[in-house]
């Protein structure tokens, strides 16, 4: 083969390689500022399973790093809530409640491990049924408190919290509580005004509250952000709800 067509073909493979793996070349020293450039460009799934690549060779020499394992729970997550199947779903939520499980053991001050076990108890409970759901308000009200009790302030937490209270039966059963759920839906757009879906589950609790005025503002406020440049299409998807869901009580008092 001629040396000009080796040349050719040797620069074809580095711009292959910097195609397919761009981690190799970005942040190599820091596995994890590297996956979580990728987790930010997750809209393609190869990013998120190269995160994950990266985040368990690093854990394999740093087992107790919390930081690495909270990431790779979230990384679960995110694929568990995309995939279709039930199994599958279940398969990726055990393995990434076995992650956040690792982070808070590796550091019980991780917010962050603590709002991603609460994450992954929550969707597991609620892929397996309403009788598993049930069995995991417990286990997620304590870990939610922990993030809490942690940071007041740490927005996410009081966004799950609102769920919990939203979509869990009310007393004897369980600690269900529409009132206080959009208590806490508030708090979190409060605390992080530019989250659509923060503002759009507002709406969606206030509206079960017949609040109306509430919910409107709200969806009104779900649709005037941007979209989400990590997810594009989720905060499509959000605004579509919003739009649907205004309609209903356009003119209700």
Not at 40 to 60: C, E, G, M, W, Y
Request: glycine share 4%; net charge neutral; charged share 25%.
């Amino acid at each position: 083969m001629r040396r000009g067509n080796l040349f050719y073909l040797s620069i074809l493979g580095v711009l292959l390689i910097l195609i397919v793996s761009p981690v190799i070349f970005c942040n190599n020293n820091d596995p994890i500022v590297a996956a979580d450039e990728l987790y930010s460009k997750r809209s393609n799934p190869i990013n998120v399973q190269q995160a994950i690549d990266i985040l368990q060779k690093f854990t394999v020499e740093k087992s107790n790093n919390s930081e690495a394992l909270w990431r790779l729970a979230r990384c679960y997550w995110f694929i568990g809530d995309a995939a279709a199947a039930k199994k599958d779903k279940l398969e990726f939520f055990t393995k990434g409640k076995e992650y956040a499980d690792q982070a808070v053991q590796a550091n019980p001050n991780s917010i962050e491990g603590h709002h991603w076990l609460a994450a992954l108890l929550g969707s597991t409970g609620e892929t397996r049924g309403i009788l598993q759901s049930l069995k995991m308000v417990d286990p997620m009200k304590k870990e939610l408190d922990i993030c809490i009790q942690l940071d007041n302030n740490y927005a996410d937490a009081h966004f799950i919290l609102a769920q919990l209270y939203w979509k869990a039966p009310g007393p004897p059963l369980s600690i269900g509580n529409k009132k206080t759920a959009q208590e806490e839906a508030k708090l979190a757009t409060s605390l992080n005004p530019n989250i659509i879906e923060y503002w759009l589950h507002l709406g969606l609790i206030a509206k079960d509250n017949k609040d109306y005025a509430t919910a409107r503002e709200a969806f009104k406020k779900a649709l005037s952000l941007p979209d989400d440049p990590e997810e594009p299409k989720k905060s499509q998807s959000d605004k579509t709800t919003a739009v649907a869901e205004l309609k209903k009580i356009e003119t209700k008092k």
